[in-house]
C-alpha cells in the first residue's frame, strides 16, 4: 500500500495540475500600433461648379471638377488580435488652386490579411475649408460624413517598424456636394508593446 501512495504521490509532483496550468498562462499584451504617411492626392468634386456659401469674408466659392494636391495622413489604434487593430484615422488634403481643402476624422478597422499587405476602413466626419487669400484662418464651411478605405502593402519591415506604400480613397457628403479623394501614400508605421 505504501508503494502505491508513493507512487500517486510522485505521478502528480510530476505533471502539474491544472490550476498550476491556468496560473503559468500569459495574458496578452497590449500592443499600440500609429503612423503617419504622406503622399499626392486628386480631389473630385461633385456635381462641377457647386456654389459654396460662407457667412465668412471669403463669401461664395465655386468649387473646381477636380484638383491634386498633398495628402497627409495619421493614425494611431490598439491590436484587438494578432491582425486587427481598431484605429482611430485622420487624413489631410492640402488646398490646390481653388484653395480648398478637406480633412477627414475617422474610426474603423486594419486588417492585416499576411504579414505584410493589410486592408482598412472607416466612418466619420470631414470638413470643408477655404483659405481665403486675405486670412491666415481656415474659414471652415461645411461638415458631413465621411467614409475611406485603405490598402497597403510594407515595402521594408522591421521587427516593431514598418515602411509601407498605401492606396487610399475616401468619400465625403456635404449636403449636396460630394468630395472624392484618391491618393498615393508611403506610409511610417510602429507597434509599441505596453506589456
Not at 498550476?20 to 504617411?37: H, M
Not at 456654389?51 to 489604434?77: I, M, N, Q, T, Y
Request: proline share 5%; glycine share 10%; with cysteine.
Amino acid at each position: 500500500m505504501n508503494r502505491v501512495c508513493w507512487l500517486a504521490f510522485s505521478v502528480c509532483a510530476i505533471f502539474p495540475s491544472p490550476t498550476r496550468a491556468q496560473n503559468t498562462v500569459q495574458p496578452e499584451p497590449v500592443v499600440l500600433v500609429g503612423g503617419l504617411s504622406f503622399g499626392v492626392g486628386d480631389k473630385l468634386f461633385t456635381p462641377d461648379g457647386f456654389v459654396v456659401a460662407s457667412a465668412g469674408l471669403a463669401g461664395p466659392r465655386a468649387v473646381p471638377r477636380h484638383e491634386r494636391s498633398v495628402a497627409k495622413g495619421a493614425f494611431v489604434g490598439v491590436l484587438v488580435t494578432r491582425r486587427v487593430a481598431i484605429v482611430f484615422d485622420t487624413n489631410f488634403t492640402g488646398a490646390g488652386a481653388s484653395r480648398f481643402s478637406n480633412r477627414l476624422n475617422t474610426v474603423g478597422v486594419r486588417h492585416w490579411l499576411a504579414s505584410r499587405i493589410w486592408l482598412g476602413g472607416g466612418v466619420g466626419l470631414g470638413s470643408l475649408r477655404y483659405q481665403p487669400d486675405s486670412e491666415n484662418q481656415a474659414l471652415r464651411l461645411r461638415q458631413g460624413i465621411a467614409l475611406n478605405a485603405a490598402t497597403g502593402i510594407e515595402i521594408v519591415h522591421w521587427r516593431l517598424f514598418a515602411l509601407d506604400l498605401q492606396a487610399r480613397i475616401s468619400i465625403a457628403k456635404y449636403g449636396q456636394l460630394r468630395v472624392t479623394h484618391t491618393a498615393i501614400q508611403l506610409g511610417y508605421e510602429v507597434w509599441l508593446p505596453l506589456r
